[in-house]
């Protein structure tokens, strides 16, 4: 079959397209490239194919996220510093989160901007916004970082002072990269969820408070974390690599050992899974991109997987996700199916 009538499962199930996406020939790469300079064309529909290949291209052995981390957060923060520079309305132009425009490549990986949040001041307090499948980086008046996941809410005061405490509200999700204090004094950083407190001091660490729940992993650094109203005079100390919750039968603080990079994997626009269910997929599509899910069969939300999805926009995750779980997923509307095949 010639190059110019493949349909999008032809070039996923070429070996030498693979080849090309993976960077693993030197004779396929200058082949594709080459044909698809010459057919324009069809560099859509590759592209198409390309980042399905991406999303299930499972690997034992992960690459390294510390260092991702430390570059993905200095260009963000440029970007976002940029932005906010420049950004004399109340309210910033609003972009999907598939929106494919590149911004930087860091250590051989192909980072995108992710712009899409609504921003605007009511008194005394900032306030940004996502909506669905949107995510976007905010450099807060000292300087630390803020990644916002989708369809979530970061509320600030209007007035940090040196003397004071640092304090944001955050409903949703969010990965902070915490800077010290500037000048004299150590005031600390206080992330606020509807049931628990985060208090940090140079750190980095991602924030889930979905349907009244807080999870905090924390990457580096320390946090304490306490609870007042709902559990008075109980708090926990993090250390680097756990997870925390508050237990809403007992009041206490539940912690275990994680892997950090699975948790903040979304900022890189990729998703890792580790012995992940369906059942958990299933509730991230409905908190991150306002799908209802319904499953034609219960045994299927129990079935796992671990490895790496590329993100490139809901429809590439969701065929990425149809075929490493051996699924069909019906689009209908607001709703997905999910049918095991």
Do not use: C
């Amino acid at each position: 079959m010639k190059f110019s009538e493949y349909k999008l499962k032809d070039f996923i199930q070429d070996e030498s397209f693979k080849n090309w996406v993976n960077k693993t020939n030197p004779d396929d790469i200058l082949q594709w490239e080459a044909w698809l300079g010459s057919n324009p064309h069809k560099r859509s529909l590759a592209n198409e194919a390309a980042a399905i290949i991406r999303g299930i291209n499972f690997k034992k052995n992960q690459v390294s996220r510390q260092m991702i981390d430390a570059g993905w957060l200095r260009v963000t923060q440029q970007i976002a510093y940029n932005q906010n520079m420049g950004n004399s309305t109340p309210e910033e132009t609003r972009q999907p989160f598939f929106t494919r425009q590149m911004v930087a490549v860091w250590a051989g990986l192909l980072l995108a901007t992710i712009i899409g949040v609504i921003y605007y001041k009511t008194t005394g307090k900032l306030q940004y916004k996502t909506g669905y499948g949107e995510t976007t980086t905010i450099v807060l008046p000292d300087k630390s970082t803020v990644v916002l996941n989708s369809n979530s809410k970061l509320t600030l005061t209007d007035n940090w002072s040196i003397s004071k405490d640092r304090e944001v509200w955050l409903e949703g999700e969010a990965f902070f990269s915490v800077q010290k204090k500037p000048g004299q004094g150590n005031a600390r950083f206080i992330v606020h969820t509807d049931d628990m407190e985060v208090k940090v001091l140079g750190t980095k660490f991602n924030v889930n408070n979905r349907k009244s729940r807080t999870k905090v992993v924390l990457n580096s650094g320390k946090v304490a974390l306490s609870a007042q109203e709902l559990a008075p005079g109980k708090s926990t100390l993090m250390q680097p690599g756990e997870l925390a919750e508050l237990r809403a039968d007992n009041k206490e603080f539940v912690k275990k050992k994680v892997n950090p990079l699975i948790y903040s994997s979304w900022i890189h626009k990729k998703l890792l899974f580790d012995d992940t269910s369906i059942r958990d997929i299933a509730t991230l599509l409905e908190n991150n991109y306002g799908f209802q899910v319904e499953v034609n069969d219960s045994t299927l939300m129990d079935r796992r997987l671990t490895g790496e999805v590329y993100v490139e926009d809901v429809e590439t995750l969701l065929k990425a996700l149809s075929k490493s779980f051996q699924l069909d997923i019906a689009h209908q509307g607001n709703t997905l199916i999910l049918k095991g095949k």
